[in-house]
Protein backbone atom coordinates (compact mmCIF):
# COMPACT_ATOMS: atom_id res chain seq x y z
CA UNK A 1 0.00 0.00 0.00
CA UNK A 2 1.53 3.66 -0.75
CA UNK A 3 2.23 5.61 2.21
CA UNK A 4 1.95 8.84 2.94
CA UNK A 5 3.00 11.32 5.58
CA UNK A 6 0.47 13.88 7.12
CA UNK A 7 3.31 16.52 7.02
CA UNK A 8 4.44 18.71 4.08
CA UNK A 9 7.42 20.50 2.74
CA UNK A 10 5.97 21.96 -0.30
CA UNK A 11 2.38 23.59 0.16
CA UNK A 12 2.20 24.09 -3.71
CA UNK A 13 1.74 20.09 -4.12
CA UNK A 14 -1.19 20.69 -1.67
CA UNK A 15 -2.30 23.36 -3.42
CA UNK A 16 -2.64 22.09 -6.66
CA UNK A 17 -4.14 18.71 -5.32
CA UNK A 18 -6.78 20.79 -3.56
CA UNK A 19 -7.97 23.42 -6.29
CA UNK A 20 -8.35 19.88 -8.24
CA UNK A 21 -10.46 18.59 -5.79
CA UNK A 22 -12.74 21.88 -4.61
CA UNK A 23 -12.13 24.74 -6.49
CA UNK A 24 -12.14 23.19 -10.04
CA UNK A 25 -13.15 19.88 -8.70
CA UNK A 26 -14.73 16.39 -9.38
CA UNK A 27 -11.84 14.98 -11.12
CA UNK A 28 -11.98 10.76 -10.94
CA UNK A 29 -8.20 9.11 -10.35
CA UNK A 30 -8.50 7.84 -13.84
CA UNK A 31 -8.96 12.05 -15.27
CA UNK A 32 -6.06 13.57 -12.90
CA UNK A 33 -3.39 12.70 -16.05
CA UNK A 34 -0.99 15.30 -14.31
CA UNK A 35 0.67 13.30 -12.12
CA UNK A 36 1.06 9.31 -11.54
CA UNK A 37 -2.17 7.02 -10.14
CA UNK A 38 -0.26 6.50 -7.09
CA UNK A 39 0.32 10.29 -6.06
CA UNK A 40 -3.04 10.90 -6.80
CA UNK A 41 -3.64 7.98 -3.91
CA UNK A 42 -1.07 9.64 -1.45
CA UNK A 43 -2.42 12.97 -1.97
CA UNK A 44 -5.64 11.84 -1.29
CA UNK A 45 -5.31 9.85 1.65
CA UNK A 46 -2.95 13.01 2.85
CA UNK A 47 -6.19 15.37 2.32
CA UNK A 48 -8.25 12.88 3.96
CA UNK A 49 -6.11 13.25 7.41
CA UNK A 50 -7.17 16.93 7.30
CA UNK A 51 -10.50 17.21 5.54
CA UNK A 52 -11.76 13.76 6.94
CA UNK A 53 -15.13 14.99 7.67
CA UNK A 54 -15.63 16.91 4.66
CA UNK A 55 -14.39 14.80 1.96
CA UNK A 56 -17.23 12.94 -0.38
CA UNK A 57 -17.36 10.85 -3.28
CA UNK A 58 -19.75 9.88 -6.16
CA UNK A 59 -19.81 7.04 -8.55
CA UNK A 60 -19.92 8.28 -12.30
CA UNK A 61 -19.89 6.51 -15.18
CA UNK A 62 -16.41 7.67 -15.41
CA UNK A 63 -15.46 6.34 -12.18
CA UNK A 64 -14.98 7.40 -8.45
CA UNK A 65 -15.05 11.18 -8.26
CA UNK A 66 -13.72 12.22 -4.75
CA UNK A 67 -14.36 16.37 -3.88
CA UNK A 68 -14.56 17.96 -0.26
CA UNK A 69 -18.33 19.41 0.75
CA UNK A 70 -18.11 21.92 2.95
CA UNK A 71 -21.66 23.43 4.12
CA UNK A 72 -21.26 26.87 5.96
CA UNK A 73 -24.16 26.68 7.73
CA UNK A 74 -21.98 24.16 9.87
CA UNK A 75 -18.48 24.89 9.54
CA UNK A 76 -18.01 28.22 11.46
CA UNK A 77 -14.21 27.92 10.90
CA UNK A 78 -12.41 27.59 7.40
CA UNK A 79 -11.57 23.73 7.42
CA UNK A 80 -8.43 24.30 4.44
CA UNK A 81 -6.35 26.34 6.75
CA UNK A 82 -5.80 22.86 8.79
CA UNK A 83 -3.09 22.46 5.73
CA UNK A 84 -1.16 25.14 6.83
CA UNK A 85 -0.61 23.59 10.25
CA UNK A 86 0.74 20.40 8.99
CA UNK A 87 4.63 21.18 8.21
CA UNK A 88 7.15 18.85 8.03
CA UNK A 89 9.51 18.80 10.98
CA UNK A 90 12.22 16.07 12.12
CA UNK A 91 13.06 15.15 15.50
CA UNK A 92 16.32 17.56 15.62
CA UNK A 93 14.26 20.27 14.53
CA UNK A 94 11.50 20.25 17.00
CA UNK A 95 14.00 18.89 19.93
CA UNK A 96 16.22 22.11 18.85
CA UNK A 97 13.32 24.39 18.82
CA UNK A 98 12.39 23.73 22.81
CA UNK A 99 15.28 24.11 23.86
CA UNK A 100 15.93 27.53 22.34
CA UNK A 101 12.85 28.83 23.54
CA UNK A 102 13.17 27.70 27.20
CA UNK A 103 17.11 28.94 27.18
CA UNK A 104 16.68 32.22 25.65
CA UNK A 105 15.94 34.92 27.99
CA UNK A 106 12.92 37.34 27.74
CA UNK A 107 12.83 40.82 26.44
CA UNK A 108 10.40 41.34 28.87
CA UNK A 109 12.37 40.11 32.06
CA UNK A 110 15.39 41.72 30.49
CA UNK A 111 13.49 44.87 30.41
CA UNK A 112 12.51 44.76 33.58
CA UNK A 113 15.93 45.23 34.87
CA UNK A 114 17.81 42.04 35.53
CA UNK A 115 21.46 42.37 34.57
CA UNK A 116 22.87 39.55 32.09
CA UNK A 117 26.82 38.48 33.06
CA UNK A 118 27.64 39.44 29.92
CA UNK A 119 27.00 43.23 30.36
CA UNK A 120 27.75 43.97 34.16
CA UNK A 121 30.25 46.28 33.12
CA UNK A 122 27.89 47.83 30.22
CA UNK A 123 26.85 51.90 31.20
CA UNK A 124 23.40 51.07 30.47
CA UNK A 125 23.30 48.37 33.03
CA UNK A 126 20.43 46.74 31.11
CA UNK A 127 20.90 43.06 29.26
CA UNK A 128 19.99 42.34 25.55
CA UNK A 129 20.28 38.93 26.01
CA UNK A 130 23.07 36.31 26.14
CA UNK A 131 25.91 34.97 23.35
CA UNK A 132 26.44 31.66 21.32
CA UNK A 133 28.92 30.73 23.74
CA UNK A 134 26.62 30.46 26.71
CA UNK A 135 23.44 29.02 23.98
CA UNK A 136 25.26 26.19 23.06
CA UNK A 137 26.86 25.44 26.52
CA UNK A 138 22.83 25.16 27.69
CA UNK A 139 22.02 23.05 24.56
CA UNK A 140 25.13 20.71 25.81
CA UNK A 141 23.18 20.86 29.60
CA UNK A 142 20.33 20.04 28.39
CA UNK A 143 21.47 17.03 25.92
CA UNK A 144 23.40 15.30 28.69
CA UNK A 145 20.68 15.39 31.46
CA UNK A 146 17.92 13.94 28.79
CA UNK A 147 20.81 11.54 27.56
CA UNK A 148 19.67 12.03 24.04
CA UNK A 149 22.14 11.02 21.49
CA UNK A 150 21.49 13.69 19.37
CA UNK A 151 24.36 16.94 18.93
CA UNK A 152 23.91 20.37 17.64
CA UNK A 153 26.54 22.07 16.16
CA UNK A 154 27.24 25.92 16.14
CA UNK A 155 26.43 26.63 12.83
CA UNK A 156 23.20 24.59 12.46
CA UNK A 157 22.28 27.10 15.75
CA UNK A 158 23.11 30.17 14.09
CA UNK A 159 20.95 29.42 11.04
CA UNK A 160 18.28 27.99 13.54
CA UNK A 161 18.73 31.59 15.53
CA UNK A 162 18.64 33.56 12.09
CA UNK A 163 15.62 32.09 10.86
CA UNK A 164 13.51 33.23 14.14
CA UNK A 165 14.58 36.59 13.63
CA UNK A 166 13.65 36.68 9.96
CA UNK A 167 10.37 35.29 11.53
CA UNK A 168 10.38 37.93 14.80
CA UNK A 169 10.55 34.99 17.76
CA UNK A 170 13.82 36.53 18.38
CA UNK A 171 16.10 39.67 18.84
CA UNK A 172 19.36 39.91 18.79
CA UNK A 173 21.70 42.93 19.34
CA UNK A 174 25.73 43.53 19.01
CA UNK A 175 27.59 44.84 22.48
CA UNK A 176 31.08 45.09 22.01
CA UNK A 177 32.25 41.95 19.94
CA UNK A 178 29.57 39.64 20.80
CA UNK A 179 26.33 39.09 19.52
CA UNK A 180 23.67 39.03 21.97
CA UNK A 181 19.95 37.12 21.66
CA UNK A 182 16.69 37.01 23.46
CA UNK A 183 13.03 35.76 23.22
CA UNK A 184 11.08 39.17 21.52
CA UNK A 185 8.27 40.16 24.00
CA UNK A 186 5.02 38.73 24.12
CA UNK A 187 2.22 40.54 22.62
CA UNK A 188 -1.31 40.76 23.97
CA UNK A 189 -4.01 38.97 21.48
CA UNK A 190 -6.82 40.83 19.81
CA UNK A 191 -10.06 40.44 21.06
CA UNK A 192 -11.13 36.26 20.01
CA UNK A 193 -14.36 37.76 18.32
CA UNK A 194 -12.08 39.94 15.99
CA UNK A 195 -9.79 37.25 15.39
CA UNK A 196 -12.67 35.04 14.28
CA UNK A 197 -13.88 37.60 12.25
CA UNK A 198 -10.88 38.66 10.84
CA UNK A 199 -9.59 34.66 9.61
CA UNK A 200 -12.26 34.08 7.90
CA UNK A 201 -12.70 37.45 5.76
CA UNK A 202 -9.32 39.05 5.21
CA UNK A 203 -6.58 38.16 3.22
CA UNK A 204 -3.99 35.94 4.88
CA UNK A 205 -6.67 34.91 7.70
CA UNK A 206 -4.56 32.10 8.35
CA UNK A 207 -2.76 34.26 10.21
CA UNK A 208 -5.92 34.69 12.67
CA UNK A 209 -6.94 30.93 12.49
CA UNK A 210 -2.66 30.61 14.23
CA UNK A 211 -4.02 32.63 16.70
CA UNK A 212 -7.48 31.08 17.45
CA UNK A 213 -5.58 27.68 18.24
CA UNK A 214 -3.96 29.73 21.54
CA UNK A 215 -7.49 30.49 22.81
CA UNK A 216 -9.85 28.39 24.88
CA UNK A 217 -12.38 27.33 22.04
CA UNK A 218 -15.93 29.33 22.60
CA UNK A 219 -18.76 29.46 20.24
CA UNK A 220 -17.71 31.94 17.26
CA UNK A 221 -20.38 34.80 17.14
CA UNK A 222 -19.86 35.16 13.19
CA UNK A 223 -22.05 33.00 10.45
CA UNK A 224 -21.82 34.00 6.37
CA UNK A 225 -23.95 33.39 3.93
CA UNK A 226 -21.09 33.34 1.12
CA UNK A 227 -18.05 31.86 2.85
CA UNK A 228 -15.25 31.95 0.57
CA UNK A 229 -12.59 29.48 1.67
CA UNK A 230 -10.69 28.43 -1.32
CA UNK A 231 -8.47 31.68 -0.60
CA UNK A 232 -6.91 30.37 2.09
CA UNK A 233 -4.91 28.21 -0.57
CA UNK A 234 -3.35 31.15 -1.56
CA UNK A 235 -2.28 32.60 1.42
CA UNK A 236 1.54 32.24 0.91
CA UNK A 237 1.24 33.76 -2.40
CA UNK A 238 -0.59 36.71 -0.64
CA UNK A 239 1.93 37.05 1.90
CA UNK A 240 5.01 37.38 -0.51
CA UNK A 241 2.93 40.26 -2.67
CA UNK A 242 2.02 41.94 -0.08
CA UNK A 243 5.38 41.64 1.53
CA UNK A 244 7.18 43.18 -1.85
CA UNK A 245 4.05 45.58 -2.12
CA UNK A 246 5.46 47.05 1.19
CA UNK A 247 8.89 47.11 0.05
CA UNK A 248 7.77 48.59 -3.48
CA UNK A 249 10.01 46.14 -5.59
CA UNK A 250 9.10 44.01 -9.00
CA UNK A 251 8.29 40.41 -8.78
CA UNK A 252 8.72 37.45 -10.95
CA UNK A 253 5.45 35.61 -11.38
CA UNK A 254 5.35 32.06 -12.00
CA UNK A 255 2.04 31.15 -12.99
CA UNK A 256 -0.28 28.59 -15.23
CA UNK A 257 -2.31 29.76 -18.24
CA UNK A 258 -6.44 29.86 -18.09
CA UNK A 259 -5.94 26.27 -19.71
CA UNK A 260 -3.73 25.09 -17.51
CA UNK A 261 -1.18 23.80 -19.98
CA UNK A 262 1.77 26.24 -19.67
CA UNK A 263 3.57 27.85 -17.10
CA UNK A 264 5.34 30.96 -17.77
CA UNK A 265 7.27 33.66 -16.29
CA UNK A 266 5.71 37.28 -15.76
CA UNK A 267 7.82 40.02 -14.63
CA UNK A 268 5.88 42.49 -12.91
CA UNK A 269 5.38 45.62 -10.28
CA UNK A 270 2.66 44.47 -7.59
CA UNK A 271 0.15 47.63 -7.15
CA UNK A 272 -2.79 45.99 -5.28
CA UNK A 273 -4.67 43.00 -4.61
CA UNK A 274 -8.45 43.51 -6.06
CA UNK A 275 -11.49 40.51 -4.29
CA UNK A 276 -14.35 40.27 -6.14
CA UNK A 277 -17.24 40.28 -3.82
CA UNK A 278 -19.58 37.84 -6.06
CA UNK A 279 -17.36 34.60 -6.29
CA UNK A 280 -14.28 35.61 -3.43
CA UNK A 281 -11.99 35.22 -6.55
CA UNK A 282 -8.58 37.62 -5.65
CA UNK A 283 -7.02 39.11 -8.28
CA UNK A 284 -3.67 41.16 -8.31
CA UNK A 285 -2.95 44.42 -10.26
CA UNK A 286 0.63 44.79 -11.44
CA UNK A 287 2.30 47.11 -13.97
CA UNK A 288 4.14 44.86 -16.61
CA UNK A 289 7.08 46.79 -18.28
CA UNK A 290 7.35 44.37 -21.15
CA UNK A 291 3.20 45.39 -22.06
CA UNK A 292 3.41 49.19 -20.75
CA UNK A 293 0.61 48.71 -18.87
CA UNK A 294 -1.54 47.60 -15.72
CA UNK A 295 -2.95 44.03 -16.16
CA UNK A 296 -4.62 41.78 -13.83
CA UNK A 297 -3.79 38.07 -12.54
CA UNK A 298 -5.52 35.59 -11.04
CA UNK A 299 -3.98 34.69 -7.88
CA UNK A 300 -4.68 31.20 -7.99
CA UNK A 301 -3.49 30.88 -10.69
CA UNK A 302 0.23 32.14 -9.40
CA UNK A 303 2.72 29.37 -8.80
CA UNK A 304 5.54 31.27 -7.03
CA UNK A 305 6.54 34.55 -6.28
CA UNK A 306 10.14 35.95 -6.73
CA UNK A 307 10.87 39.39 -5.17
CA UNK A 308 13.10 42.08 -7.68
CA UNK A 309 14.97 44.97 -7.74
CA UNK A 310 13.50 48.08 -6.09
CA UNK A 311 11.08 50.15 -8.38
CA UNK A 312 11.65 53.65 -8.28
CA UNK A 313 8.44 54.90 -9.76
CA UNK A 314 6.46 52.61 -7.63
CA UNK A 315 4.49 55.24 -6.17
CA UNK A 316 3.60 56.97 -9.71
CA UNK A 317 2.26 53.45 -10.41
CA UNK A 318 -0.37 52.99 -7.81
CA UNK A 319 -1.36 56.51 -8.08
CA UNK A 320 -2.10 55.46 -12.25
CA UNK A 321 -3.65 52.85 -10.90
CA UNK A 322 -6.13 54.70 -8.16
CA UNK A 323 -6.98 56.94 -11.60
CA UNK A 324 -7.97 54.23 -13.76
CA UNK A 325 -10.10 52.34 -11.29
CA UNK A 326 -12.34 54.75 -11.81
CA UNK A 327 -12.97 52.57 -15.10
CA UNK A 328 -12.57 49.82 -14.01
CA UNK A 329 -16.20 47.60 -13.64
CA UNK A 330 -14.07 44.54 -12.52
CA UNK A 331 -10.11 43.67 -12.61
CA UNK A 332 -10.29 44.32 -17.02
CA UNK A 333 -7.97 46.89 -18.53
CA UNK A 334 -8.17 46.78 -21.67
CA UNK A 335 -11.41 45.82 -23.85
CA UNK A 336 -11.85 44.19 -27.51
CA UNK A 337 -12.77 47.04 -29.55
CA UNK A 338 -9.08 48.17 -29.27
CA UNK A 339 -10.28 51.76 -27.78
CA UNK A 340 -8.78 52.77 -24.97
CA UNK A 341 -12.05 53.90 -23.49
CA UNK A 342 -15.40 52.28 -23.89
CA UNK A 343 -19.13 53.61 -23.55
CA UNK A 344 -22.14 51.56 -22.31
CA UNK A 345 -25.88 52.84 -21.55
CA UNK A 346 -29.04 50.78 -21.30
CA UNK A 347 -32.60 52.60 -20.26
CA UNK A 348 -35.19 50.39 -17.99
CA UNK A 349 -38.75 50.84 -17.21
CA UNK A 350 -40.27 49.25 -14.25
CA UNK A 351 -43.71 49.60 -12.73
CA UNK A 352 -44.95 51.66 -9.50
CA UNK A 353 -44.41 49.04 -7.35
CA UNK A 354 -40.89 48.45 -8.32
CA UNK A 355 -38.78 51.25 -7.54
CA UNK A 356 -36.89 48.70 -5.51
CA UNK A 357 -34.95 48.84 -9.41
CA UNK A 358 -33.91 52.74 -9.44
CA UNK A 359 -32.24 51.83 -5.89
CA UNK A 360 -30.73 48.85 -6.66
CA UNK A 361 -28.74 50.44 -9.70
CA UNK A 362 -27.82 53.20 -7.11
CA UNK A 363 -26.10 51.00 -5.27
CA UNK A 364 -24.93 48.14 -7.44
CA UNK A 365 -23.40 50.99 -10.21
CA UNK A 366 -19.93 51.31 -9.01
CA UNK A 367 -17.93 53.81 -11.63
CA UNK A 368 -21.00 54.26 -13.50
CA UNK A 369 -23.78 56.90 -13.33
CA UNK A 370 -27.35 56.71 -12.62
CA UNK A 371 -30.07 58.81 -14.06
CA UNK A 372 -33.67 59.12 -13.19
CA UNK A 373 -35.77 60.01 -16.18
CA UNK A 374 -39.27 59.91 -14.97
CA UNK A 375 -41.24 57.94 -11.72
CA UNK A 376 -40.79 54.38 -13.54
CA UNK A 377 -37.65 55.00 -16.06
CA UNK A 378 -33.71 54.61 -15.44
CA UNK A 379 -31.19 55.17 -17.62
CA UNK A 380 -27.84 53.47 -16.30
CA UNK A 381 -24.35 54.89 -18.67
CA UNK A 382 -20.86 54.09 -18.05
CA UNK A 383 -17.41 54.49 -19.70
CA UNK A 384 -15.14 52.01 -18.89
CA UNK A 385 -11.99 50.06 -20.25
CA UNK A 386 -14.00 46.58 -21.05
CA UNK A 387 -17.68 46.69 -21.48
CA UNK A 388 -17.80 42.90 -21.69
CA UNK A 389 -17.51 42.91 -18.32
CA UNK A 390 -20.63 44.32 -17.65
CA UNK A 391 -22.48 42.01 -19.81
CA UNK A 392 -23.63 39.23 -16.72
CA UNK A 393 -24.78 42.03 -14.68
CA UNK A 394 -26.86 43.95 -17.76
CA UNK A 395 -28.40 40.46 -17.98
CA UNK A 396 -29.75 40.73 -14.53
CA UNK A 397 -32.17 43.31 -15.62
CA UNK A 398 -33.77 41.90 -18.98
CA UNK A 399 -37.17 42.01 -19.43
CA UNK A 400 -36.81 45.59 -18.27
CA UNK A 401 -34.39 46.99 -20.41
CA UNK A 402 -35.94 49.11 -23.36
CA UNK A 403 -32.66 50.50 -25.05
CA UNK A 404 -28.93 49.59 -25.04
CA UNK A 405 -26.36 50.42 -26.71
CA UNK A 406 -22.57 49.81 -26.59
CA UNK A 407 -19.66 51.62 -28.26
CA UNK A 408 -18.61 48.04 -29.15
CA UNK A 409 -21.17 47.30 -31.77
CA UNK A 410 -19.68 43.51 -32.29
CA UNK A 411 -20.17 43.42 -28.28
CA UNK A 412 -23.59 44.86 -28.68
CA UNK A 413 -24.93 43.01 -31.58
CA UNK A 414 -23.36 39.54 -29.40
CA UNK A 415 -25.85 40.62 -26.62
CA UNK A 416 -29.28 41.21 -28.98
CA UNK A 417 -28.51 38.06 -30.88
CA UNK A 418 -27.86 36.42 -27.44
CA UNK A 419 -31.24 37.65 -26.09
CA UNK A 420 -32.89 36.59 -29.58
CA UNK A 421 -31.25 32.59 -29.06
CA UNK A 422 -32.94 32.65 -25.45
CA UNK A 423 -36.63 33.47 -26.97
CA UNK A 424 -36.03 30.86 -29.21
CA UNK A 425 -35.24 28.38 -26.31
CA UNK A 426 -38.08 29.18 -24.45
CA UNK A 427 -40.47 30.12 -27.36
CA UNK A 428 -41.51 33.37 -27.17
CA UNK A 429 -42.00 36.35 -29.77
CA UNK A 430 -40.03 38.84 -29.40
Known amino acids: MAQYSESVKNFERVRDYMREFYVYGFKSREDYTQKSARSYDDERRRLESWLGDHMSF???????????????????????????????????????????????????????????????????????????????????????????DKTFDESTIRKKLKEYIE????????????????????????????????????????????????????????????????????????????????????????AVG??????????????????????????????????????????????????????????????????MRQHIWGVSTEGHSGERMEHVDFTVHYGDDEQFIHTRLEREKRCGTVERIDDNTSRFSADVYDCGELVPWIRTFICRIDEIHFSDKELEEQFKKDIEEMYLLYDIMS
Not at 80 to 93: E, M, P, Q, V
Not at 201 to 230: Q, R
Not at 260 to 273: N, S, Y
Open 58 to 148: KQTSSGKNVFISIDSRTSQHNPLYRAWKAKSFTDGDITLHFMLMDILPSEEILLSGKICSEEKDSKEKISTGINIKEIMSKVDDYLSMTGA
Open 258 to 323: RKKDKIKEHHAVPLKILESVQNGRQYLMAFVPSLDRIVSYRTDYIIEVKSEDVCPDFDELREKLAG
Open 167 to 254: EGLVKSHKVGKNMLYCRTADVELPNKDLLDFFSETAPCGVIGSFLLDKEEPTKNLFSFKHHYITNALDSEILCDLFEAMSEKRMVTLT
